[in-house]
């Protein structure tokens, strides 16, 4: 877990998630219903399998993410979003918002 | 300039300011009316003088920042927020209303 750096809530939120990769993983269960490890990887940005483990390790410990065994027959792991993982919605949909606006060539992607 | 990963408006917000430091700057100057190289380094936070010269850099080159001489016998510079830079108000305050809520031990910070 990083270390806190101050009170500051919004120093406090970038502790958590202020990286390139975290809040990809939680978009990618929220609105793409992504679940699997495989999955992640098969988003457009291209995640390392590294990166992708650690920020799956890193959202199970901040209490966003958990995980259970796909079937009862398997052992690759299922992700979902708790409660307070479901909390960070009007967070992204705020960041989308300002993307489209004010960043060319940005677009909602398609369903696939 | 960070290459854009995809067209995701989220990803691509991410590429901009998606990292621990760069929005505590646009905090400063949009909050707590912080505007000079000093002042930032004086945030409770800590960022380190390379960081900061970092990250004004590029908040320049990504037009949410401007710099002009604090008076016209100095060679000391003053940042403020573009307009571009202005319209992250209202992701900064969800980001805010996020930490407030869900991060223990956090607070708005007194003004100074």
Redesign the interface.
Same mark, same amino acid.
């Given at each position: 877990m990083p270390p $806190? @750096?101050?009170?500051?809530?919004? !120093?406090?939120? +970038?502790? +958590?998630i *202020?990286?390139? /990769?975290t809040?990809?993983i939680v @978009?990618d269960i929220m609105f793409f219903d992504k679940h699997r490890f495989e999955e992640f990887l098969d988003?457009?940005? *291209?995640i390392s399998t590294n990166i992708l483990a650690n920020r799956l390790k890193l959202l199970e410990e901040l209490g966003l993410v958990t995980k259970q065994p796909y079937s009862n027959h398997s052992r690759r792991m299922s992700y979902h979003l708790t409660e $307070?993982g479901e909390?960070?919605r009007? #967070? #992204?949909k !705020?960041?989308? @918002? /300002? *993307?489209? $606006?004010?960043?060319p060539?940005?677009?909602?992607?398609r369903e696939e």
């Open positions: $806190k @750096r101050s009170t500051c809530p919004i !120093a406090s939120t +970038l502790d +958590l *202020g990286d390139r /990769w809040l990809l @978009r988003s457009p940005e *291209g $307070k909390s960070l009007t #967070l #992204l !705020a960041i989308t @918002r /300002w *993307g489209l $606006k004010h960043l060539d940005t677009e909602i992607p």
